[in-house]
């Protein structure tokens, strides 16, 4: 028998969640919440949008999982912080076409999707979101709440540190650290390593000026 979940957030990624959750078959979408009060009353996929609020009393009603289709690093964390502190577990999805190594660790509300590799020995935290297409290689090291975006490419050995965002089809070469909250622009190339907070981007990858 499937356990009993619930989704907060409605948007875009809820789709591809839902469908990774269905095609799982270990968990059964019981509640699709959003914030978003234009959302409340609508459709995804078969299933309506309630009030976010719904979402943290869900416990109350019998169930106990929970994830967060949010690709914002910070709301993400913030939503399943609170999540958590409701007493809800965070359910951890692979979609099945997705190829995982036996090896591979994956930490709870990790997000797997279609077409995605992650290699032996790989160690993925808590709340991560690795999207269509990317590849984990080998020995990497992913912190929590972090996003790795489609098609992205991490070499073996690399290291990404807490809420990070690895943007579409960028590289980061074998043995590269990159900080924590840093953001990596779609299409980089990353030679050497990322300082916590910086923004990059270009190939080879560069400093963003900061915004005045």
Do not use: W
Request: with cysteine.
């Amino acid at each position: 028998m499937s356990e009993r979940l619930v989704i907060f957030g409605a948007g875009g990624h809820a789709k591809v969640i839902i469908d990774a959750v269905e095609r799982q078959r270990i968990y059964e979408v019981a509640l699709l919440v959003d914030a978003d009060p234009s959302r409340v009353g609508t459709s995804v996929l078969g299933h309506e949008v309630q009030e976010e609020a719904l979402g943290f009393e869900a416990l109350s009603e019998g169930i106990r999982h929970a994830i967060v289709a949010i690709g914002n690093n910070e709301i993400r964390r913030r939503i399943a912080d609170i999540a958590r502190g409701k007493g809800l577990t965070l359910a951890t999805v692979i979609h099945p076409g997705s190829v995982v190594a036996r090896s591979a660790q994956l930490g709870a509300g990790t997000l797997v999707m279609p077409g995605a590799i992650i290699n032996a020995d790989a160690r993925v935290g808590a709340n991560v979101i690795v999207n269509t297409g990317a590849v984990i290689e080998h020995d990497c090291r992913i912190g929590d709440d972090v996003h790795i975006g489609p098609h992205a490419t991490l070499c073996g050995g690399v290291a990404v540190g807490a809420g990070s965002l690895i943007g579409a089809g960028a590289t980061v070469l074998v043995g590269v650290s990159i900080g924590q909250g840093v953001l990596v622009g779609a299409g980089s190339t990353v030679l050497a390593g990322v300082p916590d907070g910086a923004r990059v981007a270009g190939s080879p990858c560069r400093p963003l000026e900061s915004k005045p």
